[in-house]
């Protein structure tokens, strides 16, 4: 006789030991609740999650407005392929341009994905300008830079944990030194068909181009006729207090990745292309089963509207600076542990002097969670909807344990 699920509960930390693919480092928390800011673990400690499930829980956990949204559409329609039409996927697309510019969107389900189709879109551009297929497709990258876990994004991505064991690679990327634009012309010949960075780099340790530099990229680009496409997939979405990172360089994309905080945990991805090149994918050319689906596309809606209704763009430039300016503080504060800080809005970087894993963990312990990156840099990514207090509450939390260690 089968035993009673209920009498026998194996531990979630006794299943990943036992049944879960060994791939990620992870925390020793399980966690089963989520309210905006605020998660709760399986002992009922309560965490402010300023990890956001990596950038991606943008309106916070179980938003009311999202969870209605996506209830409601889970009881009409939740997948049709994209054989036919759905209004969702269509408005989301209009909201998209309405943010990005006249171009068209395209619907996936992740970063990687979304990184994947910016990786075509830049081989049919250089088949389009040089006249051949297979010669035109340098893709200049930057040093330190991110684009996902998929054979084209992790041959874009310079990082030998991401690539050891999987080469050969996708021919064709080239790295430059991020904030040099010299360094990216330079890079330039007959075979280069596109440019391809983060707005601001995530992973790599929270490293913001410069306004200047993306303008001069755009020129560049421009000049050379190459594609500029730029991956807001963690740094997009409203993030750092404009919808896209980039807009903060007054500049405009030739193709933009989105994805993480899109849908506020539904996964999503979406690849806008500018109108000059949107006519590079034809019938056939590329796809996605789920891509666009009506559930995925009314989660990101829902997103996009309370981003509106809460004025959370606002919310987050106005909140950033003096938080921001608080976390600065650490630095004058604990010059031999806190060494920078970086970044803009809610998309922040604590450069810590050396490992910064026992700080991670004291964090954890003492209510705050974070995601790391780069080379011992501590990432914050609150919700856009986290409060004045809960963003005071993670520097205090922050001072406590620099001060105790
Ligand atoms: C997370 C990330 C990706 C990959 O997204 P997945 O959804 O994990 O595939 C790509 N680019 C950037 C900038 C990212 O931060």
């Known amino acids: 006789m089968a035993e009673s699920p209920a009498l026998v509960r194996t531990s979630a930390a006794e299943l990943y030991d036992s049944y879960v693919l060994k791939n990620y480092a992870r925390a020793p928390v399980t966690l089963v609740r989520g309210k905006a800011s605020t998660v709760w673990d399986d002992q009922g400690k309560s965490y402010l999650d300023f990890s956001s499930g990596i950038a991606v829980t943008s309106v916070g956990h179980c938003h009311p ?18 054989l036919f039409r759905t209004p969702n996927q269509g408005e ?43 010669k035109c497709i340098k893709v200049i990258c930057a040093k330190n830079g991110f684009h996902g876990r998929m054979f084209g994004g992790m041959s874009a991505t310079p990082k030998e944990s991401v690539q050891k064991g999987f ?18 012309a330079s890079l330039v010949d007959a075979d280069t068909t596109a440019i391809l960075v983060e707005s601001i780099q995530g992973d790599g340790g929270i490293n913001p181009c410069t306004p200047e530099f993306l303008q001069g990229l755009r020129r560049l680009c421009d000049e050379k006729g190459l594609l500029l496409l730029l991956d807001e997939v963690q740094c997009g979405a409203g993030r750092t207090g404009k919808f896209f990172a980039f807009e903060h360089a007054g500049i405009r994309a030739d193709a933009i990745a989105m994805a993480k905080g899109l849908a506020g945990g539904f996964p999503i991805g979406a690849v ?13 050319m590329h796809g996605s089963t789920f891509g666009g689906t009506p ?17 959370l763009l606002a919310h987050v ?45 004291a964090l954890r312990e003492n209510g705050l969670l974070i995601a790391p990156a780069g080379v011992n840099v501590i990432r914050l990514l609150p919700p856009l909807v986290t409060t004045r207090d809960e963003l005071a509450r993670s520097v205090a939390i922050f001072r406590d344990v620099l001060g105790k260690a």
């Open 295 to 311: 559930l995925a596309s009314a989660a990101a809606l829902a997103v996009l509207d309370i981003i509106q209704a809460e004025g």
């Open 167 to 184: 080469r050969p690679l996708l021919p064709g990327f080239v790295f430059a030194e991020l904030n040099n634009l010299e360094s990216f």
């Open 65 to 82: 407005r999202w969870v209605a949204a996506v209830q409601r559409q889970a009881g009409e329609l939740v997948h049709i392929s994209n």
């Open 92 to 134: 989301l697309a209009k909201r998209l341009v309405g943010y990005a510019g006249p171009g068209r969107v395209f619907f996936c389900n992740s970063g990687g994905e979304a990184d994947e189709a910016l990786i075509k879109l830049s081989r049919l551009h250089g088949v389009r300008k040089s006249g051949v297929e297979g």
């Open 317 to 361: 430039t106005r909140e950033s600076v003096p938080w921001i300016a608080e976390l600065n503080r650490l630095v004058a504060d604990f010059p031999s542990k806190v060494l920078e800080i970086r970044g803009r809005g809610f998309l922040v970087g604590v450069q810590m002097a050396s490992d910064s894993a026992p700080t991670i963990a």
């Open 272 to 284: 806008w292309v500018g109108e000059r090149f949107a006519d590079l994918f034809q019938p056939g």
